[in-house]
């Protein structure tokens, strides 16, 4: 995401995590950062900033999704 300065590399099979403080609610638009093949300037996705009560009614209705282990790693 441009605006929060951040940027992961994403591996195919593995479940990444990460951490940041955004100052206010709304939807933040993210693109791939780098080159990589065909319909690379198609990976766009969006972020969801919402209240934390939000987030937790959200978090308490999900489970594992399955063949993750404890790490998020699929195997």
Do not use: W
């Not at 206010?24 to 900033?49: L, S, W």
């Not at 919402?50 to 594992?64: H, L, N, S």
Request: aromatic share 10%; proline share 5%; net charge positive.
């Amino acid at each position: 995401m441009p605006a929060s300065l951040f940027k992961r590399d994403m591996i195919p099979g593995r479940m990444n995590q990460l951490a940041v403080t955004i100052g206010k609610t709304g939807t933040f638009k993210g693109r791939c950062a780098e080159f990589c093949g065909v319909d690379h300037n198609r990976m766009v996705f969006y972020v969801a900033v919402v209240p934390g009560a939000e987030y937790d009614r959200f978090v308490g209705g999900r489970t594992r999704p399955a063949g993750l282990g404890a790490a998020g790693r699929a195997g």
